[in-house]
């Protein structure tokens, strides 16, 4: 076992032991806690949200409530909303002119605990959700299971960026344990014409390719022996369609959760249970 991979099981076995004997609350974790990621992970849209200037991030986002549950107490959510991969290394420029810092400045060696969820942003996950959004009935909008498929070869060839970051996050944090977070379901096969105008080629296709980002990303931490968690088993019965949805819709309904086609503080809850879990 190399010296890295022996100093995050030691800190891996002391956190676990820390969380089976006592409160979550009572013992906090050694070592820093530190959140990379998109707005998938800074619950942009989210209330409350937190002063975080162009990010975006939510008081109640999985960071914050990983950290809560585990007793840490030194941590750098630097998760933001609109981040790309290049956001990690480099700073990221807001709309407004804002600037937020790159992420990577985050670590250091005494990072015990890092949780990274990104990508989406780079393949334009979003963009082509939007773009399976029918407002008129065919033939007047277009299929975009009917064009071109250009994502699943960017999404394949997102690996490479995977490996990078991966490779950095090790060599900036030599002690920390790395939890890779996929994406949660968006919407079931078939979709839900009557409540979203996504037609069911459309959601089927939507949904392909969420699934293989997180194929990719769960290669990715399997062949750096780090984690991934993935969220499709327990999002997939709350998903853009569930009468229990933990997805915001193509128009918002809540003033809690306004950003199209991203998570609610539900699914942040969710996901922050199974990083715990998965740590434990």
Do not use: K
């Not at 990715?220 to 819709?249: E, Q, Y």
Request: contains cysteine; aromatic residues 4%; proline residues 8%.
């Amino acid at each position: 076992m190399s010296t890295r991979r022996l100093v995050v099981a030691v800190a891996a076995a002391a956190a676990a032991s820390t969380l089976s004997a006592a409160p979550a609350s009572a013992a906090p974790a050694p070592g820093a806690y530190v959140a990379l990621g998109d707005s998938f992970s800074a619950g942009s849209g989210i209330a409350p949200q937190t002063p975080s200037g162009i990010c975006g991030r939510s008081a109640v986002n999985y960071p914050t409530l990983v950290a809560r549950e585990l007793g840490i107490d030194t941590v750098r959510d630097v998760t933001c909303g609109a981040a790309e991969s290049e956001n990690l290394a480099g700073p990221q420029t807001g709309l407004g002119g804002g600037v937020a810092a790159p992420q990577f400045d985050a670590l250091g060696p005494d990072t015990t605990l890092v949780t990274l969820g990104i990508g989406g942003n780079d393949i334009q996950l979003v963009q082509l959700a939007a773009g399976c959004i029918s407002v008129l009935p065919a033939p007047l909008t277009p299929s975009c299971s009917d064009r071109p498929d250009t994502y699943s070869d960017r999404i394949d060839a997102f690996a490479a960026t995977y490996d990078t970051i991966l490779d950095e996050i090790a060599r900036r944090a030599p002690a920390a344990q790395v939890v890779m977070v996929g994406y949660p379901t968006g919407i079931r096969p078939g979709g839900c014409l009557d409540s979203q105008p996504v037609r069911p080629a459309d959601a089927t296709y939507l949904q392909a390719r969420i699934d293989q980002l997180n194929s990719v990303m769960s290669r990715a931490a399997a062949a750096h022996d780090d984690t991934f968690v993935d969220l499709a088993p327990t999002t997939r019965d709350h998903d853009v369609c569930a009468a229990d949805s933990w997805m915001v819709g193509a128009v918002p309904t809540s003033p809690d959760a306004v950003v199209p086609l991203h998570p609610t503080a539900e699914s942040h809850e969710n996901t922050a249970r199974e990083i715990v879990a998965a740590l434990r």
